[in-house]
Each structure stands twice: as structure tokens, then as C-alpha cells.
């Protein structure tokens, strides 16, 4: 058990629609990532957050958005959702964001 | 950008060594992270080199050579619970850590 919790543990949904998934990182840690991993690709890293500000942007779409709030959990929201967005998402967490990140157990998104 | 290149798969008997090799090409590279994933969970932290040479850590070991972009993770005793997928990542400055698509290992009686 990493320390990284992650809600919920399986989402199923139907295209088009709006769904929001939520990471608590480790006690003490303040930067929050999220990745995203299907099959026929490796984690790709997604969005970086520290201390509530967004510090690094990776290959996340316009319809997704994330923020970290003030106790340090943060938000990855999809919306108009389609077939190709089911996957696993992944939260990590780090110390200061220059460290080791520790992984969630991942949500599983499944997109009808 | 990033580039990462790791094996798609390799074979080892239970008690073997197998050594994983990860070419990279980074610009501003930080350090090397290896993962451990097995199937359907989350990745877990192996090891992280910043300098070169090698680290040894129990059962694993890991080496970086910056100059030459490249890192290797060695399994030594290989145990059935080894099979797994090993990521092989670079952390660049820019904060991001860009993972290759991962080495299956097939630990077999």
C-alpha cells in the first residue's frame, strides 16, 4: 500500500458523458500526478500539480481538466467522454514533485 | 523530447538472472526511475539513479551510464512473484517523467 488512494476503483460510463476522479496523496506530500494507461500504450503522463498550482502539463486533452485544492487532493475531470478514453488512471504522489512518485491503485474507466 | 527504448518481453527459469536494458533520449535528463507493474496495479517504485554506476538494492541492481543514455535493471535469484512488466522511466527538468512501454517478464518453473 502506497499511501496514494484513489475513488472510485471502477467507473463505467457511456460516451458523451462527465465523470470526475479523485486522488488523496501520501500524508506530507505535496505534489499530486495523474497518468493515463491503456493497452496499446505505456503511462502517459497527463498533469503535475504542487502545493495547488499547476507545475507540469503533459499530454492531457483539451476535454480533460484537474486541480489540487487546499488539502492537498486533486480532481482529474473527463468529459465528452469517448470509447478511446477507457483506461486505467493513475495518481501519484511525491514529497516536494522532484522525487519518487508513489502510484494509486488506479481507477479503471470503462466507456460504453 | 523523450524517446525510451526498452525489450517488449523476455523469459527467465526461476533462479536465473535476467538483466533489462533501457536506451533513452532525454532532453534535460534528471535521473532514471525503474517500476515494477504487475498486471491491473499500480506501479511500484524500484529504484532511481541519478549518477552513474551501480545501485544495489537486495535481489536488484540497477546502473546508469548519462553519457551513453543508458540504464539496465538486473534481477538476480528470480522468483515466480518477478513476473511482472519493468518500466523503465526518465525525469527531465521540465518536472516530467516519461515512461517506456514496459519489459514483460515471464519468470518460468
Known amino acids: 500500500d502506497s499511501g496514494v488512494t484513489q475513488t472510485p476503483k471502477h467507473l463505467i460510463t457511456a460516451t458523451g458523458q462527465r465523470v470526475t476522479l479523485r486522488c488523496s496523496p501520501r500524508?506530507?506530500?505535496?505534489?499530486v500526478y495523474w497518468y493515463q494507461q491503456s493497452l496499446d500504450q505505456g503511462l502517459q503522463f497527463l498533469i503535475q500539480y504542487y502545493n495547488g498550482e499547476e507545475r507540469a502539463k503533459g499530454n492531457i486533452l483539451e476535454r480533460f481538466s484537474a486541480q489540487q485544492f487546499p488539502d492537498l487532493h486533486s480532481e482529474l475531470n473527463l468529459s465528452s467522454l469517448e470509447l478511446g478514453d477507457s483506461a486505467l488512471y493513475f495518481c501519484?504522489?511525491?514529497?516536494?514533485?522532484?522525487?519518487?512518485?508513489?502510484f494509486g491503485p488506479g481507477t479503471r474507466l470503462t466507456v460504453l | 523530447g523523450q524517446n525510451i527504448d526498452q525489450p517488449t518481453e523476455m523469459t527467465a527459469t526461476e533462479g536465473a538472472i535476467v538483466q533489462i536494458n533501457c536506451t533513452y533520449q532525454?532532453?534535460?535528463?534528471?535521473?532514471l526511475f525503474w517500476y515494477q507493474q504487475h498486471a491491473g496495479e499500480a506501479p511500484t517504485f524500484l529504484s532511481y539513479n541519478v549518477l552513474d554506476g551501480l545501485e544495489e538494492k537486495g535481489r536488484f541492481s540497477s546502473f546508469l551510464s548519462r553519457s551513453k543514455g543508458y540504464s539496465y535493471l538486473l534481477l538476480k535469484e528470480l522468483q515466480m512473484k518477478d513476473s511482472a512488466s519493468y518500466l523503465c522511466a526518465a525525469y527531465s527538468n521540465d518536472y516530467k517523467l516519461s515512461f517506456g512501454a514496459g519489459t514483460t517478464v515471464t519468470v518460468r518453473a
Open positions: 501519484a504522489s511525491s514529497v516536494d514533485g522532484e522525487d519518487t512518485q508513489y
Open positions: 532525454t532532453s534535460g535528463f534528471n535521473g
Open positions: 500524508s506530507g506530500d505535496l505534489s
